[in-house]
């Protein structure tokens, strides 16, 4: 049968997400690509035949930098992992890898234990913020911390178990 290339790229990625252990970094570029051909993450969940979280968290990936995404896409991270790392803004996400793991390609075995330690002082804990983090004038380019994206309480699908502390990424606030 007649297919447009539009058709053949998007049979082929969807292929591609059937596959077994696809690297996430991976996903979440054809996920990309995908999107420009759907209304919306929904669209292409439904398409895909995968939860929404799924097409989401893969997403999310793009927010690294790209230091970080050669370590993801080497393996050094796992999902989790790079998602906790992806929730943090680029600054703090450049000073991580700076301070952390510069030297991961020359050291034999890289490994990073305790990650949420190590992750915790590009962190504020606002749910023990001396504010209120619902105040819309808070900041007033960005408005309340509820509906900040830097706000890991914002993705609640995405982070269950961090909405409860509400961590906000973004060390400038």
Known sequence: RRLTDR???EIQWSENFRRVNPNPLDEAKGLKYLLA????????????RKPR?????RLQLLDLIEPIQEMVHAGIFNLKDSLEIACLDSKSQQVFF?????NWRIKKGFHLYNLDNLLRPYRCDLSRALFD???????????ACTRCPCNSASYQTLF???ARN?????QEC
């Open 133 to 143: 983090p619902k105040d819309p004038d808070l900041v007033p380019e960005a408005g």
């Open 98 to 102: 700076d301070e952390q793991c510069s």
């Open 7 to 9: 058709q053949v790229q």
């Open 166 to 170: 509400a961590p906000c990424s973004r």
């Open 160 to 162: 269950p178990d961090l």
């Open 53 to 57: 979280a799924y097409v989401l968290t």
């Open 37 to 48: 051909y759907h209304s919306s993450a929904d669209s292409l969940a439904r398409h895909l």
